[in-house]
């Protein structure tokens, strides 16, 4: 699986070239903060990439890697995402802080909400956002989405406040 923008390449994960900067990525208290909050250490990291990697065999789609096409270099992850607990399919996205403020996140979600839209036939996406996370509430009405409704927790990541965007597939 495999998608290409101008700029980025939206690919399956593949652990030996992504893990070293994945973990770098979770161990940054940056990256964390608007998610679960708990810094990773390299074993938590690999259970996370791992879990991603578990949720494109249960579901048939899941994050993918991103990658610039001018560099090689691992930005972060984008893409289609459903867990257990979680209130509707959801396009969510994690770039590593060193790549904050290039608009790759925009551009990648931009190219997951085509995937899931055309390819998946979903009729609908969501985005749920920790309270406070302004950057990815921009990114939110920057793909089109618009405010849905906030709700008290998340299932396995907060109890507090979300914020959930969203958008229907446009019509044909």
Do not use: C
């Not at 923008?5 to 990525?25: G, Q, S, V």
């Not at 990658?67 to 509707?88: A, D, H, I, M, N």
């Amino acid at each position: 699986m495999r998608i290409e923008t101008e700029r980025l390449i939206l690919r399956e994960i593949d652990p030996e070239r992504d893990f070293d900067a994945w973990a770098k990525t979770m161990g940054d208290p940056r990256t964390v903060k608007f998610m679960d909050g708990k810094v990773q250490d390299r074993a938590l990291a690999w259970r996370n990439m791992a879990s991603i990697i578990g949720h494109w065999q249960i579901r048939g789609y899941g994050f993918f890697s991103l990658e610039s096409k001018e560099t090689g270099e691992w930005l972060g992850r984008v893409g289609p995402w459903y867990p257990e607990g979680w209130p509707e399919p959801e396009i969510g996205w994690t770039i590593s802080p060193e790549h904050w403020g290039h608009g790759y996140a925009t551009e990648a979600a931009q190219a997951s909400l085509a995937y899931v839209f055309d390819t998946l036939g979903w009729k609908s996406a969501i985005h749920v956002i920790l309270m406070g996370n302004e950057a990815s509430i921009g990114v939110a009405k920057n793909i089109g989405s618009t405010f849905l409704r906030s709700q008290k927790g998340l299932a396995g990541v907060t109890d507090g406040e979300v914020v959930i965007y969203g958008q229907d597939a446009p019509t044909k």
